[in-house]
């Protein structure tokens, strides 16, 4: 059965603080490594990640995947509030388009 | 920015009772998606469709699921007889679908909640 897991669960931080964000997968056929945003509904698109070592940057967040040790990092610098959310990481396959998704990190910026 | 619109926002209906819930995905996406979301819980697969039939399904959609395209732009997701651990949130997405990097890349709707009593 395919796994996806991610860490911390939840994490509280003050405004202006770095954090990382933790998944790791278990598949039997991998093909893409996708962070979402949740806040209030739906899962917002952040990054799709496919190659090892290619770090993905938009603004303040980046990510990298790494294919030997099945994981992937979410970095947010400089946090705002407006960060606060859950991030999901999700995981799709080599054929087919279903996304496996991990519990999610709960993410709380305090101002 | 296109985005998938779903309806309702929430609906409650007793057990027992026949639901349908409603999106229209992003007009030039070609794959489109059910999924839902138990409170506190993972995000869970339910179905995928393409060319107007269904391409992968998880166990959680049995019998009492379906899925339909009735137009060019609906895509419905029916749940027969409602039970009470039905009762989540129901996200519809679509994708581009194909064999090029965007495949996998799903835009989701805000979702539909659902509450079964």
């Known amino acids: 059965e395919d796994k996806v897991v991610q860490s911390p669960l939840s994490l509280v931080v003050h405004e202006g603080d770095t954090v990382t964000l933790n998944c790791s997968y278990e598949?039997?056929?991998?093909?893409?490594l996708l962070w979402y945003k949740q806040e209030k509904k739906a899962p917002t698109f952040l990054f799709m990640l496919t190659s090892s070592g290619i770090e993905k940057k938009s603004g303040r967040l980046s990510s990298i995947l790494d294919k030997k040790e099945l994981s992937s990092i979410l970095n947010i610098t400089a946090t705002q509030t407006g960060d606060s959310a859950i991030y999901l990481c999700a995981v799709g396959p080599n054929a087919g388009n279903m996304l496996t998704f991990g519990g999610g990190t709960r993410l709380m910026v305090k101002p | 920015e296109p985005e998938v619109t779903q309806t309702p926002s929430h609906q409650v209906t007793q057990m027992g009772q026949e639901v349908i819930l409603r999106c229209v995905p992003i007009?030039?996406?070609?794959?489109f998606y059910w999924y839902r979301q138990i409170l506190g819980q993972k995000v869970e697969f339910l179905v995928s469709?393409?060319?107007?039939?269904?391409?992968?399904k998880s166990e959680i959609f049995d019998d009492q699921f379906s899925v339909e395209r009735p137009d060019g732009s609906n895509f419905t997701l029916k749940i027969r007889s409602t039970k009470l651990e039905d009762s989540a949130m129901y996200f519809c997405?679509?994708?581009?679908?194909?064999?090029?990097?965007?495949?996998?890349?799903?835009?989701f709707g805000a979702g539909s909640r659902l509450t079964v009593l």
């Open positions: 469709f393409y060319n107007n039939e269904i391409s992968e």
């Open positions: 997405a679509s994708s581009e679908g194909g064999r090029g990097l965007g495949a996998n890349v799903l835009t």
């Open positions: 598949v039997t056929n991998f093909r893409s």
């Open positions: 007009s030039n996406h070609l794959y």
